[in-house]
């Protein structure tokens, strides 16, 4: 067994730190607004980080290792499984490691993740996901081929960056006051969203359903919400045949995926994503260690 440490999944707004026990028990879980847009000093951070949660190992995750991060760690290519992300781990001083993330070393497609694989490795390791389509839901869905247990290839949809834009700073944004739905309303828009090419186009035809009373604000914020998760798996599925589709994430926003790919014909399993990254950071801390 690993001893105690500490894994935080650190990414650009928020910041998650969990207390791992010996045996992959979760001890104490911490949520906080102490994400990379919040940090202009990571080293005193880390010492805060240490000061809270005592002498113990910690594992970093996410954009820390980014290069907009505390230390830029190079990215492992795919096709990377458990014992190459390892490897990658970059020693950034006494017990404190920074996971590499994973990218996709594809002139024409390029693609890039940091803190997903860890949430990739832990499913493998729980035995959640096998070979075949993974899709991580958030703020830039992630859809994996994982392929003899490693993380093959990924696409990147930055629908949730998207629907964030659209809420703060856009004609829209007065009609993303109200949370989506996951209601008739939204799997409308999924299904345009599925099947058209037009969502541009589409999101502003909302507006003025409103502004004719063809529609109320209420069911607006779900229509867009539809329109852009249904285009995110269009792009996500492409002309790959996945019957069953496990979804990695917070659980209200893959509910939402959940129905979207039920309208595209699939099935869906869904995973906690805490749960995933735990696990993960388990695997990764037991692998550096041994």
Not at 29 to 44: E, H, K, N, Q
Request: aromatic letters at 4%; hydrophobic letters at 50%.
């Amino acid at each position: 067994m690993n001893p105690d440490f500490v894994a935080v999944d650190w990414g650009s707004t928020n910041r998650r730190v969990f207390h791992v026990a010996a045996d992959g028990s979760v001890i104490r879980r911490m949520v906080d607004d102490r994400g990379l847009r919040a940090v202009s000093d990571f080293p005193t951070e880390i010492a805060r980080l240490r000061e809270e949660t005592g002498a113990l190992a910690l594992l970093l995750a996410g954009t820390v290792g980014s290069n907009r991060g505390w230390v830029e760690v190079p990215y492992v290519p795919a096709p990377a499984r458990l014992a190459t992300v390892a490897a990658g781990v970059l020693r950034a001083g006494d017990g404190v490691f920074i996971v590499p993330g994973v990218n996709v070393p594809d002139p024409v497609r390029p693609d890039i993740m940091r803190g997903e694989e860890v949430q990739l490795l832990g499913a493998l390791a729980l035995g959640l996901i096998g070979d075949g389509l993974v899709c991580l839901p958030g703020t830039h869905s992630k859809w994996v081929v994982v392929d003899d247990g490693a993380i093959d290839s990924f696409r990147t949809v930055m629908t949730g960056d998207i629907f964030a834009a659209l809420q703060s700073a856009s004609i829209l944004s007065d009609l993303l006051v109200d949370a989506p739905a996951c209601d008739a309303v939204f799997a409308l828009g999924v299904d345009h969203g599925l099947e058209a090419s037009d969502l541009t186009a589409e999101l502003f035809t909302t507006r003025a359903r409103v502004l004719t009373a063809g529609m109320s604000r209420a069911d607006a914020a779900s229509r867009i919400s539809g329109l852009l998760i249904g285009a995110d798996v269009r792009i996500g599925l492409g002309h790959r045949r996945a019957d069953v589709v496990p979804l990695i994430g917070a659980p209200a926003l893959c509910e939402l995926f959940a129905l979207a790919l039920q309208r595209a014909g699939r099935e869906s399993v869904v995973i906690d994503g805490e749960t995933a990254f735990v696990a993960g950071a388990c695997a990764i801390m037991k692998e550096i260690l041994a």
